[in-house]
Structures are given as C-alpha cells and as structure tokens.
C-alpha cells in the first residue's frame, strides 16, 4: 500500500510544476489543467517519496514537482514494479506504461546539480478511470 504525499501540476510545458492538494484525473487524458495531459501513454507521472528523500540526503534542496512528477507516493518503489501494473485510488484507476524516460533537454535540477532521477525513478501511466486524489489518500496495487 502507498500514501499519496503528493500532486503535482504545470499549466505549460517546460515549467517546473507546483503542488496542489488534489486533483481531478480523466480517463485517457490525464490529470486536468496539467499540460502532458493527453491522449497517449504518458499522461501521468509518479515517483517514490523515498528516491526524492535519497536524493535530498546528497544536501539538495528540492520541492515536490522538481523532477517533473505528477503524484508522490509513499511506500512503492515503483522502478520494481512492471509495466502493466494497475493502482487503484478511490475511483481512479492508472495502468503503469513506462518506466524511465529519455532526458533530451535536462530539467533545472540537472543543469544545477548535475542529476535527475526521473529518468531512471519515474513511472508513467495512463488514467483508466477517472476520479479525484486528494493528498494523503491510498493508492494500492491491483492485482
């Protein structure tokens, strides 16, 4: 079981994204007013609470939606996880697409420190089933 701690947005592409308390996620788009939303199989991103805490140990200060990630998850270590894997949070459900991604362009964090774990850390996925996450809230893995 995982804990949402939380919800990232960006109105635009290739700004950083900021948190909110929840948000409302639609079926094969993704989470509403986030600008990669879409329909393809990358609509969402998550990332593990823990891989953003390991990365603060290394003394570098950074805020939830840094690396770009859309939901921030307590619990899963979700690099070892497959593709294919289902979670379900309230009546959203997500269907895991991606693991990693090809960093062209490097993200602000990359340029400041030299690193960015959302390519080797983050997951995408599509949205199956729509519904709000609020912070706080479980997401758990369908089996």
Same mark, same amino acid.
């Given at each position: 079981?995982? $804990?949402?701690?939380?919800? @990232?947005?960006? +109105?635009?592409?290739?700004? &950083?994204? #900021? *948190?909110?308390?929840?948000?409302?996620?639609?079926? !094969?788009?993704? $989470?509403?007013?986030?600008? #990669? =939303?879409? #329909?393809?199989?990358? &609509?969402?991103?998550?990332?593990?609470?823990?891989?953003? +805490?390991?990365f603060?140990?290394?003394?570098? =200060?950074? *805020?939830?939606?840094?690396?770009? *990630?859309?939901l /921030? %998850?307590?619990?899963? !270590?979700?690099?070892?996880?497959?593709?294919?894997?289902?979670?379900?949070?309230?009546?959203?459900?997500?269907?895991?697409?991606? /693991?990693?991604? +090809? @960093?062209?362009?490097? @993200? +602000?964090?990359?340029? %400041?420190?030299?690193? @960015? /774990?959302?390519?080797?850390?983050?997951?995408? =996925?599509?949205?199956? *089933?729509?519904?709000?996450i609020?912070?706080?809230?479980?997401?758990? $893995? %369908?089996?």
């Amino acid at each position: 079981m995982g $804990i949402v701690r939380g919800i @990232c947005i960006s +109105e635009k592409r290739g700004t &950083q994204k #900021h *948190e909110v308390s929840e948000a409302k996620f639609v079926s !094969d788009w993704g $989470i509403e007013s986030d600008a #990669h =939303a879409g #329909h393809w199989h990358r &609509q969402v991103s998550l990332l593990s609470l823990q891989k953003i +805490e390991e990365f603060r140990a290394r003394g570098v =200060a950074v *805020e939830f939606g840094a690396f770009g *990630e859309n939901l /921030i %998850v307590d619990g899963y !270590d979700f690099r070892n996880l497959p593709v294919g894997t289902k979670f379900r949070c309230n009546d959203v459900l997500l269907e895991m697409t991606q /693991i990693g991604k +090809e @960093c062209h362009s490097h @993200c +602000e964090i990359y340029k %400041v420190v030299g690193d @960015c /774990i959302m390519p080797r850390e983050g997951v995408f =996925a599509k949205v199956l *089933e729509g519904g709000t996450i609020k912070v706080g809230d479980e997401l758990v $893995i %369908v089996e």
